[in-house]
């Protein structure tokens, strides 16, 4: 008896002391890269790809000058450390989580009808970056909510698991929790790009620069 306490007492010493525990995340907002391949027509078919059914109507009588194109990338590398009590096979591991985020690639198109340096285009440019840094200030947000919500499940204190049952224990709950929750928070910027689209906002792109996007539009129409 007094042996196996003394070996519980050097597993659990060993659980304490030996261990590795952690939590990093790291987020990336890509370079911006500029297009200008793509004609309105074919910008607005784009955007109207990515529209409900139902609200495709009033969608569709928009003509797309610049659309943003932004993905977003979450990754979930884990670790776990472990050590084994003999008399009874259970495991302790201390549990390393590595998470990257990322929206990529960050991309701007703007409609090949509109010549670069004209108020028109700074115009639109300035539009579609107002989306760009709606994710840029998106994702250090992800950044500390995700990694204040994982320090808190992964303290830096030993896991108990049942013999064998760690590695498969840690990567169901990545796959089935946390994963789709971080997937979701980077999806919640999306709400925002609604509220910059507004009808208001289109109608004051299509009066801007003394008549010079009517112009552009009134071609588009009769082309």
Known sequence: MLLACEARAGFELQCQTQLKHGVTVTSKLDDLQLDQSKSIAHLTAINLSNVPQEARVNAGQQHI??????KSNADINSQVHLVRDRETGRECGGVQIEVKLAYVPV???????IAPGTCAYEEVLQHEMR????????????EVAIKAELERRFPAKPQYFPRGG???????????????KLEAMLQEVEKEQVLIDTPQEYARMSAACDGQVQKILRRVKRS
């Open 65 to 70: 000058l610049g659309l943003t194109k932004i």
């Open 107 to 113: 991309l701007v198109h703007i409609a090949q009808e």
């Open 131 to 142: 989306h760009v840094n709606s994710y840029a200030r998106h994702l250090p947000k992800v």
């Open 166 to 180: 760690a590695f498969v224990e840690l990567q169901n709950e990545i796959n089935q929790i946390w994963m789709p």
